[in-house]
């Protein structure tokens, strides 16, 4: 799956519109099923009927009616010690003190985070599907923060693609949030972006690459850069990290492809640098395929497709021809869409010291991820879809990363590097501002395939 590709994936929605909050996490996202009633949801999960309309005020308004497919969110029992004490403050230290009302309303370091979550949550379609596990994660943040002494008040308004989110905006509570997270469809960034204008809040685009408003806006946070901006990024750090090899590029006759955009652009780099590179041809002899390596410096290899046939016969012919002269040294450079590939060709990816460009990594072996994939079959009695990248992980990546920094330096918070101090477990954040505009994330990385048999992640 291309980049360019994921992002259009994730952009696609209903729901009516809702608020609900609560000051930690839900316990759990239910779907209607037919013939449910609101008391039969309480009871089944172990809660009242009070706290089930409290966490959905919605069933409270005249003539509401459970719908087949609707969304029902689940708090924990009112007893439960995930509730947040609202009535202290919660300093950067951690310890609790009496603020004065005035005071915890002007500085966010000293109260609850006020966070905003504006996305498709349902189970009528795929954005929907994807948009609750994003948002899942999110709840999994505020827990994880509440434990390390972090009070976050959540709301979450569910917003469709066809919806007019200005009419989301108009509830008096989107108007106090620190932070919102949203929206999906691009078409909904620019009346989110004049409201967070006017209002001084903060905007997380988890997703969207199409936000002008970038530009003109110092509050917008844009998590994913435009392929034009990723290919000017890995290009740099690819002349960095390979600047004493050689670079062959081959030509695989896929018509369809659109990598050119990378390959030209990296060619007219190196001709400006005075670097010498060689271009050859899947469909070449094994004696012309040969001739484009070099035999005095390490070679790195360059696709113009990201296609698995192409690769295959690729990885065959370096095979070939690494056999044959057994003193080159190859390494391979690709693209995101090969972490599909992964389980197939794995071996190869270690034989030839495989390098693949990505704005996000998930180690399946890695104690994190089993930990937090434990945690959230716990919590929501069920397994995060098999997908690139994990939407629950980006959820919580996301909502810690900004929490915790808006926690640490309240409105001042601008996302650079290393100031935070949390490793994300998937996608690399770090943001540097747009000319006079908002913020941009520049965190990148390389998964790096070693000849040795390990993987490793090198983010810059």
Same mark, same amino acid.
């Given at each position: 799956m291309s980049f360019r590709y994921l992002l259009l994936l994730l952009l696609s929605v209903f729901f009516a519109d809702s608020a609900l909050s609560q000051t930690t996490k839900w316990k759990d996202i239910h779907t209607v099923k037919r013939k449910e009633t609101i008391y039969g949801i309480a009871r089944d999960n172990g809660i009242t009927e009070a706290e089930l309309r409290r966490a959905n005020p919605e069933m409270n308004e005249p003539g509401y009616k459970l719908?087949?497919?609707?969304?029902?969110?689940?708090?924990?029992?009112? #007893?439960?010690?995930?509730?947040?004490?609202?009535? $202290? %403050?919660?300093?950067?230290?951690?310890?609790?003190?009496? *603020?004065?009302?005035? *005071?915890?309303? #002007?500085?966010?370091?000293?109260? %609850?985070?006020?966070? $905003?979550?504006?996305?498709? =949550?349902?189970?009528?379609?795929?954005d929907g599907r994807r948009m609750v596990e994003y948002y899942r994660g999110v709840l999994m943040a505020c827990d994880s923060l509440r434990q390390n002494g972090i009070s976050v008040d959540i709301r979450a308004w569910n917003v469709p693609e066809d919806a007019d989110i200005r009419i989301t905006l108009r509830r008096k509570e989107a108007s106090l949030c620190d932070l919102i997270i949203g929206p999906l469809y691009s078409k909904q960034v620019k009346p989110l972006?004049?409201? %967070?204008?006017?209002?001084?809040?903060k905007v997380l685009i988890p997703f969207s690459i199409n936000a002008p408003e970038l530009q003109t806006n110092r509050n917008i946070y844009q998590v994913y850069q435009s392929p034009?901006?990723?290919?000017?990024t890995? +290009?740099?750090?690819?002349?960095?990290?390979?600047? &004493?090899?050689?670079?062959?590029?081959?030509?695989?006759?896929?018509?369809?492809?659109?990598? &050119? +955009?990378?390959?030209?652009?990296?060619?007219?780099?190196?001709?400006?640098?005075?670097?010498?590179?060689? +271009? #050859?041809?899947?469909?070449?002899s094994e004696q012309a395929f040969t001739k484009a390596f070099s035999t005095t410096m390490p070679n790195v290899v360059i696709l113009n497709t990201a296609r698995s046939p192409e690769l295959n016969v690729a990885m065959a012919k370096l095979n070939g021809v690494v056999t044959a002269n057994q003193n080159l040294k190859v390494s391979l450079f690709g693209y995101t869409e090969w972490m599909m590939y992964t389980r197939h060709n794995l071996d190869n990816y270690y034989r030839f010291d495989t390098y693949i460009p990505?704005?996000?990594?998930?180690?399946? =072996?890695?104690?994190?991820?089993?930990?937090?994939? *434990?945690?959230y079959r716990w919590n929501f009695h069920a397994d995060m879809m098999q997908s690139l990248p994990r939407f629950a992980i980006t959820g919580f990546d996301h909502a810690y990363y900004f929490i915790k920094g808006l926690h640490l330096y309240g409105r001042e918070f601008v996302g650079p590097k290393g100031v935070v101090g949390y490793t994300p477990i998937q996608t690399p954040l770090y943001f540097e501002r747009i000319g006079n505009g908002g913020l941009q994330n520049r965190g990148m990385l390389f998964v790096h395939y070693t000849p040795s048999h390990t993987t490793e992640t090198i983010t810059f």
């Open positions: 719908k087949k497919g609707s969304t029902v969110f689940i708090p924990f029992p009112s #007893t439960s010690s995930s509730s947040s004490d609202t009535k $202290g %403050a919660v300093p950067a230290s951690g310890n609790r003190v009496k *603020q004065s009302s005035a *005071q915890s309303e #002007t500085d966010m370091r000293h109260r %609850a985070i006020r966070v $905003g979550v504006m996305l498709p =949550l349902h189970d009528i379609n795929g972006s004049d409201f %967070a204008a006017e209002h001084n809040i034009a901006d990723q290919n000017e890995v +290009i740099s750090r690819f002349l960095e990290r390979f600047a &004493g090899s050689h670079v062959v590029f081959i030509d695989c006759n896929d018509t369809t492809s659109r990598k &050119g +955009i990378f390959t030209f652009g990296l060619r007219r780099r190196l001709e400006t640098m005075g670097r010498h590179y060689s +271009i #050859t041809n899947l469909k070449s990505a704005p996000f990594f998930l180690n399946p =072996l890695s104690p994190r991820t089993a930990r937090f994939e *434990q945690k």
